[in-house]
Nanobody
């Protein structure tokens, strides 16, 4: 059974930091590039960051580049997103997603990802 579970969301003040984690089932994680997406109320789900299976290549949206860092710990089947200098515009539900196949590439399109977590809320107050 495929399992993708995010954790670490919460409420933070503007300018603060927050770290998200995502645990996936071993079979999924060991065959996938991974990504973080987010969806704010009334908006489309958008790509935030992605990382290849080996961790050697990462990709970020322009809106988070320089503030967010994606990483993965393959032995622990865990994906991370370290967020800093948060602004109210970062408020959204954050989703972890697995892209099975061609895991040496980072995709930034929602349809390229096969499995999704349930999401974790991040709220940044001004």
């Amino acid at each position: 059974q495929v399992r993708v579970v995010e954790s670490g969301g919460g409420l933070v003040q503007a300018g603060g930091s927050l770290s998200l984690s995502c645990v996936a089932s071993e079979r999924t994680f060991s065959n996938s590039a991974m990504g973080w997406f987010r969806q704010a109320p009334g908006k489309e789900r958008e790509f935030v960051a992605g990382i290849t299976l080996g961790g050697g290549t990462t990709k970020y949206s322009d809106s988070v580049k320089g503030r967010f860092t994606i990483s993965r710990d393959n032995p622990k089947n865990t994906l991370y997103l370290q967020m800093s200098s948060l602004t109210p515009e970062d408020t959204a539900v954050y989703y972890c997603a697995a892209q099975i196949g061609r895991a040496w590439l980072v995709r930034d399109t929602r349809n390229d990802y096969n499995y999704w977590g349930q999401g974790t809320q991040v709220t940044v107050s001004s």
